[in-house]
């Protein structure tokens, strides 16, 4: 592949990653005012959920596109790196649970870091689970 062509496909993947990011940063936004208005509690459930569905979706594109080979890398790169790095939300994780160790709620702060970590975890082992078992096979 000559220099140009690879330079165009650059380019578009960089484009495509930036409209996938646009769209996962307003489904997070969307999605986790949402929750939290709808939950109606101090705990931050809006992030904690969209976190912990933001590992399970990683997790199961990743099973059905590497490890089953379905998805191809170039939309991969829009699903992973975009849409979900703009989607899951650790920055936010980490300010709102200094923000409740700041308000001295111990509890509520472990129990978000803690919670939205082991969940996450499992969330990914459970979306590439899904993924690998996609389709049959």
């Known amino acids: 592949m000559d220099t140009r062509r690879r330079r165009h496909r650059l380019t578009v ?8 990011g646009g769209l996962g940063a307003l489904a997070r936004y969307g999605l986790s005012g949402w929750l939290q208005v709808a939950s109606g509690s101090e705990f931050p459930w809006g992030t904690f ?3 912990v569905l933001g ?3 990683f997790g199961l594109v990743y099973g059905v596109g590497v490890e089953r080979e379905i998805i191809p890398p170039f939309w991969r790169a829009i699903l992973l ?7 899951t939300t ?12 700041r308000q001295s709620k111990w509890l509520w702060a472990a129990a978000n870091y ?4 082991a ?3 499992a969330a990914v082992f459970i979306g ?7 389709g049959g096979g």
Not at 13 to 20: D, M, Q, W
């Open 90 to 101: 650790f920055s936010t994780l980490a300010f709102e649970t200094e923000a409740l160790l």
């Open 114 to 117: 803690l919670g939205q970590g």
């Open 55 to 57: 590992a399970l979706l």
């Open 119 to 121: 969940a996450g975890i």
């Open 49 to 51: 959920v969209v976190n």
């Open 128 to 134: 590439m689970a899904i993924g690998r078992s996609a």
């Open 13 to 20: 993947t960089i484009l495509a990653i930036f409209v996938a």
């Open 81 to 87: 790196v975009g849409f979900m790095g703009a989607f």
